[in-house]
């Protein structure tokens, strides 16, 4: 059956409303650049972080949005790629959001390197046996291929380009958090990221955090403009959330038992999923519960079944817990000591050997994080107030619903 030709408009809502919400996001960015300034101006002895944590509450940011980022375009996948007719209409929102999300991080990133200009050097001279070289292809590399992407579904004439373009772009975004995921899993000298299951694990995650940042940001868009989003598309969405919070809740189960029948380990099992204090904390009552078994009762109870509230609800707990989860991964990794020394008893030593480094994160790197998430949710709000991205009803078609 010939679905209907969709039609295409701006992001509409009244005037005060647009520009008091991108105030909110203007004022959170100039926080953010202040306090960048500040630890720019000062040091890094302001921040939180040492010789044993050197990636900060700003790095968990950076790699929450880059992750969500690749997550993000998963819904443009499933229309254009692989022909899921309630996706397609939402592919250009879809690209875009994926597009500023990626930007935010970034952005994160460099304002916490202290010297962003020395960023020239990273671009300009590469180390091919790192995985941080690559991680600088794979990153622009993705933007250029998803607003390429983006530009194929938007004009007419490059549309039959937009299937082998959005190809690449689902390749090249499987690859973007393979490599991010790389970065932890070839750091064998720290226990907590030695692991092969790394990669899979952050692409799962991806799939989770970019669908709930779509369903959120998609159903804040139509609110505003008072539009209504059909039952059946918001099902569909809904369950895609609830596989992919499930699917990460496998592969940190596997990422556990593994760590648990290997002994070398233990130590630091023990550590998470006993005795880490303010991580143990995060992994059970942020990762697992909030991020996970909440947001599961949310989607597939049947006292919830129909609740957008709880569509809502359920995935910003899917955000929120997985911001414990990478707080977990990144700090919480760096915080578990190294046996700088293995296999031998060390008496004393002078390089911090079997201590738990102690990390506090600082107000200045907070605001600098969440001045990344107002940076993406702001190109999102310029951005789709420029281009037509948003169909002009999301009303389910009468010849899926009559199927369904």
């Known amino acids: 059956m ?54 900060g509450l700003p790095h968990v940011f950076a790699i ?70 690559w991680n600088i292809f794979l990153y622009t590399g993705f933007m250029v291929i998803v607003i390429a992407y983006l530009w194929t579904m938007m004009e007419r004439k490059a549309n039959k380009f937009s299937r082998p373009v959005g190809f690449l772009a689902f390749f090249w975004r499987l690859a973007l958090t393979t490599g991010t995921g790389s970065i932890f899993g070839f750091l064998v000298a720290r226990e907590a990221y030695d692991a092969a299951i790394m990669a899979p694990l ?55 038992v593994t760590n648990l029948y290997a002994t070398q380990h233990h130590g630091y099992e023990q ?3 006993l005795d880490g204090g303010i991580y143990t904390l995060m992994f059970w009552g942020g990762q697992m519960l909030i991020g996970t078994l909440i947001p599961l009762l949310l989607i597939y109870a049947p006292m919830f079944s129909k609740s ?34 293995p296999g031998m008893e ?12 102690q990390y506090v994160p600082s107000i200045w790197e907070f605001l600098l994080g969440i001045g990344g998430i107002a940076v993406a949710l702001a190109l999102v709000a310029v951005g789709a107030r420029m281009l037509k991205v948003f169909p002009e009803s999301l009303e389910d078609p009468e010849e899926l619903v009559a199927k369904a």
């Open 2 to 55: 010939q679905m209907k030709t969709v039609q295409y408009r701006e992001l509409y809502c009244t005037p005060i409303r647009y520009w008091i919400g991108l105030g909110v996001l203007a004022l959170l960015v100039a926080i953010a650049l202040g306090s960048a300034y500040y630890m720019e101006h000062n040091g890094h002895w302001v921040t939180g972080m040492s010789n044993q944590v050197v990636w």
């Open 308 to 341: 957008r509230y709880g569509v809502a609800v359920a995935s910003f707990l899917v955000l929120l817990g997985g911001f414990f989860q990478l707080y977990v991964i990144v700090i919480g990794g760096q915080a578990y000591p190294m046996s700088l020394f």
């Open 64 to 133: 929450f949005l880059i992750v969500a980022a690749s997550g993000a375009l998963n819904v443009a996948s499933i229309g254009s790629v692989f022909g899921g007719p309630l996706y397609k209409p939402l592919g250009r929102y879809s690209g875009l959001l994926a597009v500023a999300l990626l930007i935010g991080g970034l952005l994160v990133l460099v304002l916490d390197l202290g010297r962003p200009d020395r960023l020239i050097v990273a671009m300009t001279t590469y180390n091919f046996k790192s995985i941080f070289a």
């Open 346 to 357: 060390v008496v004393e030593s002078g390089f911090f050997d079997g201590v738990v480094a």
């Open 202 to 256: 952050f692409i799962i995650m991806s799939f989770s955090y970019g669908l709930a940042f779509f369903i959120l940001t998609l159903m804040s868009a139509f609110i505003w403009g008072d539009r209504e989003i059909g039952d059946l598309r918001m099902a569909k969405l809904k369950n895609l959330l609830g596989v992919f919070v499930g699917a990460v809740f496998f592969f940190t189960l596997v990422y556990h």
């Open 271 to 273: 550590f998470l999923l």
